[in-house]
């Protein structure tokens, strides 16, 4: 069997989504004679979570560099700043230069180490991918990525919502969505433990999982669950913590919903115990205005429980309306309290929902499948 070492390249971060779906993957693609080894700052719960799996790790001197404008005032840095800020990014490039080493191929699968990573593998003459998974907003960022898909040998998307962002200038571009662990993933008996964490007895339990950020949509789902009708006798888990975004943010949301639904809402924090807690809900909801993926309703989907997304973004792309799920207008209050309305009353369309999804899901979004995708891309890249 061919065998090829590649480089994973991360600065340091939290574990979200994209973390633990890499954590799942270097056993798996190991298997298909891909070794993965991560080059990140000897710092962080990433490195943590990988050096405790006993996964390979080298240690480079990349940082975690802010955007080009200020989240807060949406303006560019005083030169002296951009100045320091270029000046840490010509380092972390020549320590990870100088970590590549006599590795087959450098895969970023982190948006702010791409740059770092193709200038790094073109000076070393290595062949490298870029991973994007999130859809970046049109400016001097998106023209970056631009640059560097085209740049590097291929590039991986999440979705064609995300693709979209490269507007064809992209390089060898290669649509692989993210599948699922479908035996993991799977319906089953619900924990009353669980249950009782994530809300209070009885009642349709409506959940959102993820990052408690401004741009997830949190805001106008609590606004919708306030029209949803009392006799329903709905119920909300807000599931995840704070990561973008400022805890003073969250504050507000967690003051919103306390206004609004009183003890009918519940934030419970992160939990990482999801498949339990997916099934203990009647419905999932991602309010995202435009998720460039959406991992937590296909992961609800496998589970066998009805979902509702939005209809811009990658979502719709393994969301069909009516079919295997529900989709609303994008930060559409009203269309989300109809929807959510909807599926409180008809017990019957859930199961219907959420048996279709589950059927999809073990038909088109396995993650063995993803594993070999992954795996064969990284071999021809490297194939003489």
Request: proline share 7%.
């Amino acid at each position: 069997m061919t065998s090829v070492d590649v480089l994973l390249v991360s600065p340091p971060t939290p574990v979200w989504g994209a973390q633990l779906r890499m954590l799942d993957y270097a056993p798996a693609l190991a298997e298909r004679g891909v070794r993965l080894t991560l080059a990140s700052p000897p710092d962080g719960d990433f490195h943590a979570r990988w050096v405790g799996c006993g996964l390979p790790h080298r240690a480079v001197d990349l940082p975690m560099l802010d955007g080009i404008r200020d989240p807060e005032t949406d303006r560019r840095p005083p030169p002296h700043q951009l100045a320091a800020t270029l000046a840490r990014a010509a380092r972390g490039t020549g320590s990870l230069a100088r970590a590549i080493g006599d590795v087959d191929a450098v895969w970023s699968f982190y948006l702010r180490s791409h740059p770092a990573s193709v200038i790094a593998a073109r000076l070393r003459r290595v062949p490298v991918v870029v991973e994007v998974v999130d859809i970046v907003s049109p400016g001097i960022g998106r023209r970056i990525l631009q640059r560097c898909s085209a740049s590097a040998d291929a590039t991986i998307v999440n979705s064609a919502a995300t693709g979209a962002a490269l507007e064809g200038r992209g390089r060898n571009v290669h649509i692989i969505h993210p599948g699922v662990d479908i035996e993991r993933f799977e319906p089953g008996p619900t924990s009353l433990a669980t249950r009782r964490v994530l809300a209070d007895d009885g009642g349709v339990l409506f959940g959102i999982a993820g990052r408690i950020d401004e741009d997830k949509g949190i805001d106008v789902l609590i606004e919708a669950f306030a029209r949803v009708p009392r006799e329903l006798d709905a119920r909300l888990a807000v599931i995840g913590a704070v990561g973008m975004s400022s805890e003073a943010a969250a504050d507000r949301l967690r003051a919103r919903a306390a206004e609004l639904l009183g003890g009918r809402a519940r934030f419970v924090g992160r939990r990482d115990d999801m498949p339990d807690v997916l099934r203990c809900l009647d419905v999932l909801v991602n309010a995202s205005p435009a998720e460039p993926f959406g991992r937590s309703v296909l992961e609800a989907q496998a589970t066998g429980v009805a979902v509702i997304g939005s209809r811009q973004g990658g979502i719709p792309e393994f969301v069909s309306d009516g079919s295997t799920g529900l989709l609303v207008q994008p930060s559409d209050a009203d269309d989300l309290a109809r929807a959510m309305t909807t599926l409180a009353a008809d017990a019957g369309l859930r199961q219907r929902l959420g048996a279709a999804a589950r059927a999809q899901a073990v038909a088109d979004f396995n993650i063995v499948d993803r594993y070999d995708q992954v795996a064969e891309l990284l071999i021809e890249l490297v194939r003489p």
